[in-house]
């Protein structure tokens, strides 16, 4: 079993202005109207928006796209059976329709899922979309040259662990059912009351058999959504995207297609992107980017100029980063030291090491500030703002460590804000006061992430972060601190090893339940409780800024995505 | 291999000057020449810095580890409160952005990084490279074809690869600056020091005083310490000399590339490494480090050249230590020890192609006008030199 989430993964490997949600990955957003500009008439429609990324929009097949609610630039194109909520803030982590009627509809243990689609839905060329094309769009993403997206499909389907695609096994997958042009019937092997948000990723996208090029498909993809593919080169470096008249508005509550033309153009440096951004000129004042955040340094600089600053959207992407702690690691199989470590943090100066009170928020819950994951506050050993290392002193005392504790913290030597030399130094000088003293182990970046994700070779105390594939208390915690899914060979994300029955009962329990509001307080308690345990220790949640083109209205940035969602920007 | 360390390859090489009597004439060559005058004050300097830099930020009251919060505006990115990144009585070259390290204590402690560093690894250079090139030169043809094979590898091998390479296998508990200043020296300078030695253990092999003990039955570990040693201090000082710059660099480059010291142990380039994206918004959090960095490699290799030209027999005559002092100086000092006309030959012709980026840029376009002696006995020399002047 293996979920990781491509975006935690992709973060890690960010560079300096915290690329985040590379690529595909991207996400998409609800707003947050920075502008601030009130006043404003009807959007404008038409005109060109350009999109400055650092990562390029590769492998453009919906079959292989690993996305967060379909993604920002992909969710132009492919529609999918279920959508994010385009909207600002909370509201934006929502799953709503997007080709189906209504989210799904669930049997009594959620394990069979229903979904009918709109009338008058129809591709590029005009042709209707049918419930099969969805069903060929899910089958191609398991061809193994077609590989890339989530791993759920294919251990949540009947009977489809071992599926090979249609190309090679042209059965299909009996796990989906089209009973009729407009149906479709998914049978799982377990509950899965998150359905929904699954549904949203590009696989849910419907294929046209014939039209399928197999590896060739994502040069020119069939379009379902308001713009089509006209250009794309060096794969997804350069991709122009231009109006699909097929595309009806009355069938499409969230994608507002504004613009006439949206211009993608990657592979840039984060700091030239940030730059020309800032600097507005031609071309690039109508120009959002979807993956690149201000670092510390470029927010100080925008924060001192007014005009820069009515620019900025701030999002929450629900992320988390922490200490990990490997318990079968001495001395931290102690859960006393565990505590006095979590005591002693200095969160305030590990704010400013990720770049200060506007770029991160301090985390005591492992589940992310947001709605959505169901986050319940709480604080089991509470450090105050700047740490209480009186209190972790006398625990270490208990513990047996009257003249204090040598450890080695190890961590990434990336720059990237998260698990890199500079959050690791302000760690250090914290747990000084305490009498720890903490050695730094630094690694390089890959050498680093193969260590802390291979049960073998994990330290025992080091810096992680975390990342859901959509904004639920599931995908966040159950890859973590699900027993079951230790991975003994392989990468494995559950660091604490923990293997508790009762918590495993839970994450079972939960996920059988269909009403998403309901779980998600359930996740919350449950966070709570394995919190307590002190196998981990939240440090922070980021807060992403970015700069928009002086033209561009109409910003939404959701709690989903944490970002500006292009489909609904105008461009003067 | 930069052109000045390739210039200093054949520099001192009539090292028939007695060590004792050289000595005093070294000192009086280095003095006459002003920038290297300056220079050395500067090093000498930066070395009281890096050797107090206890006592001078205990004399500001800071250190360089402690963290300031309440003088960082965390809204705002972590940028420094207060003008000039917040350069005031209690911080004097104001606080690091993100995390309000004392910026005066980061300098001064950087500087014992990177000068010790840099010393540690010209030392090993240098004694590996005379080690290698003394045993290259005195050894049978076929320990001077191992030997010298071994040191052309390691000449051909990218020092920044290598590196890299090197430190990022090396377990993380050996100590860190030890590890980087032996990386630095074993990778590079020994090699081309090697090579130096060898030229010149070759060349004073065969003068009558080496051949003299040599025949006399001492050993070759005495002839080589006895006789060959004193014979390369001069060209060896002046490699060293060069050297040392190019390890700050070097040692500057690999904290740069986040494979240097480790933090939180302050060092220039990790400084710099940080502080590139604070451009804008805190330059001097740039400008300190870059600055020290900058100075000390140019006082360093102005000094360096200095000491070249002082202990370059050939260069006396182009010192403006005034004609009739230096024809004295010359006729007390110099002794004329002609060497094997042929290394002589071979190694004027060098010189005289490699530009020097100093004063004696002209001079050394000059071809020598008799290339089979040694050049400060020729006048024209000296003549040439004040008509240009």
């Not at chain 1, 859901?468 to 208390?473: E, H, I, L, R, T």
């Amino acid at each position: 079993m293996r979920q990781p989430s491509v975006i935690a993964r992709r973060v890690a490997a960010a560079s300096v202005s915290l690329v985040v949600a590379a690529g595909a990955a991207a996400c998409g957003p609800e707003d947050s109207d920075a502008k601030g500009s009130g006043g404003d008439s009807a959007p404008h429609k038409g005109g060109t928006l350009t999109v400055l990324n650092s990562e390029p929009q590769t492998d453009f097949d919906p079959a292989r796209l690993y996305t967060s609610g379909g993604g920002n630039v992909p969710s132009l194109v492919f529609r999918t059976l279920t959508t994010r909520n385009r909207e600002n803030g909370a509201a934006g982590a929502e799953v709503v329709p997007d080709l189906a009627t209504d989210t799904g509809r669930a049997n009594k243990d959620a394990t069979v899922w229903t979904y009918t689609l709109k009338k008058g839905l129809t591709y590029e060329d005009g042709t209707p979309i049918t419930s099969a094309d969805v069903k060929y769009g899910i089958e191609r993403s398991f061809a193994p040259e077609l590989s890339g997206g989530a791993p759920y499909l294919r251990d949540w389907l009947v009977g489809a662990a071992d599926y090979q695609g249609p190309y090679k096994d042209k059965k299909g997958l009996s796990a989906i059912e089209t009973p009729d042009a407009r149906t479709i019937v998914f049978h799982l092997n377990k509950p899965e009351g998150e359905f929904p948000y699954l549904a949203t990723q590009t696989q849910f996208t419907p294929v046209p058999k014939s039209k399928d090029t197999g590896t060739k498909y994502e040069s020119h993809p069939i379009s379902s959504g308001p713009y089509k593919v006209v250009k794309n080169e060096n794969d997804g470096e350069h991709v122009v995207l231009e109006r699909n008249t097929h595309w009806s508005p009355a069938t499409d509550a969230e994608r507002k297609a504004y613009p006439d033309t949206i211009d993608v153009r990657s592979g840039l440096d984060s700091s030239v992107i940030n730059q020309r951004l800032s600097a507005s000129q031609g071309a690039d004042a109508a120009a959002v980017t979807t993956d690149t955040n201000l670092g510390p340094a470029e927010l100080a600089k925008v924060t001192g100029d007014k005009e820069l600053a009515a620019r900025v959207g701030t999002g929450r992407f629900g992320y988390t980063n922490y200490i990990a702690f490997n318990p079968t690691v001495k001395p931290f199989d102690n859960p006393k030291v565990r505590q006095a470590i979590s005591y002693a943090i200095d969160r305030s100066s590990v704010v400013n090491a990720a770049g200060g009170s506007a770029l991160a928020e301090p985390a005591t819950t492992f589940l992310p500030n947001q709605k959505s994951f169901g986050y319940t506050p709480y604080d089991p050993f509470p450090a105050g703002k700047s740490g209480n290392p009186a209190k972790a002193e006398e625990l270490l005392k208990q513990a047996g460590f009257k003249n204090g504790l040598t450890i080695t913290l190890t961590h990434s030597n990336d720059k990237n804000f998260e698990t890199s030399p500079e959050i690791a130094t302000a760690l250090q000088d914290a747990l000084k006061k305490a009498g720890i003293t903490v050695k730094l182990q630094g690694l390089e970046d890959n050498d680093y992430r193969d260590k802390i994700h291979s049960v073998k070779t994990e330290p025992g105390f080091f810096l992680a972060h975390w990342g859901a594939d959509w904004p639920s208390g599931g995908p966040f915690l159950a890859p973590i601190f699900d027993g079951r899914q230790i991975v003994k060979d392989g990468a494995n994300f559950n660091t604490g090893l923990l293997n508790d029955k009762s918590v495993n009962g839970e994450i079972d329990a939960i996920n059988k339940l269909t009403d998403l509001d309901a779980a998600a307080k359930r996740w919350g308690a449950l966070d709570q409780k394995i919190g307590e345990k002190a196998l981990v220790v939240p440090l922070f949640h980021p807060v992403y800024k970015r700069l928009v083109g002086s033209d561009v209205k109409n910003v939404v940035i959701s709690d989903w995505t944490g970002v500006l969602d292009i489909s609904q920007v105008s461009v003067k | 291999m930069s052109e000045a360390l390739v210039a200093v390859e054949t520099a001192g090489t009539d090292t028939s000057v007695p060590a004792v009597s050289g000595a005093r004439q070294f000192w009086r060559r280095l003095r006459a020449q002003r920038a290297a005058l300056v220079a050395a004050v500067v090093v000498a300097l930066l070395v009281l810095v890096a050797l107090a830099a206890p006592l001078l930020t205990a004399l500001e009251g800071q250190d360089p580890t402690t963290y300031h919060p309440s003088l960082i505006d965390s809204a705002r990115g972590g940028v420094p409160i207060g003008s000039l990144g917040g350069i005031g009585a209690d911080h004097w070259l104001g606080v690091e952005p993100q995390t309000g390290r004392d910026m005066f204590a980061r300098l001064v402690y950087g500087a014992r990084v990177s000068l010790g560093v840099s010393l540690g690894a010209t030392l090993a250079q240098v004694v590996i490279g005379v080690a290698m090139g003394v045993a290259a030169g005195l050894g049978n043809r076929w320990v001077d074809l191992v030997l010298s094979r071994i040191t052309d590898i390691f000449i051909s091998m990218p020092l920044m690869i290598m590196s890299l390479a090197l430190l990022a296998i090396v377990p993380s508990g050996f100590p860190r600056p030890v590890l980087v200043a032996l990386i630095i020296s074993l990778v590079s300078g020994w090699s081309t020091t090697a090579k130096m030695v060898r030229a010149q253990t070759l060349a004073l092999k065969n003068l009558d005083y080496v051949s003299a003990s040599r025949l006399s039955g001492w050993s070759t570990w005495r002839t080589a310490v006895r006789e060959l040693l004193p014979g390369l201090a001069a060209p060896v000082i002046t490699y060293a000399a060069l050297l040392v710059p190019a390890n700050i660099s070097a040692e500057a480059a690999l904290s740069f590339l986040g494979v240097g010291v480790k933090p939180p142990t302050p060092s220039w380039g990790q400084m710099l490494t940080s502080a590139d994206v604070w451009y804008q918004a805190a330059p001097q959090y740039l400008l300190l480090p870059a600055l020290a960095l900058f100075l000390t490699v140019f006082a360093m290799t102005v000094l360096g050249d200095g000491v070249r030209v002082a202990l370059d027999p050939r260069a006396a005559s182009r010192l403006r230590i005034g004609t009739g002092r230096k024809r004295e100086a010359r006729a007390g000092t110099a002794v004329p020890k002609p060497g094997p006309a042929a290394t002589e030959a071979t190694q004027d012709a060098t010189q005289d192609v490699v530009p020097d980026a100093t004063q004696d840029a002209t001079q050394d376009l000059v071809p020598d006008a008799v290339p089979d002696t040694a050049s400060d006995a020729v006048p024209g020399a000296a003549s040439k030199k004040e008509e240009r002047a």
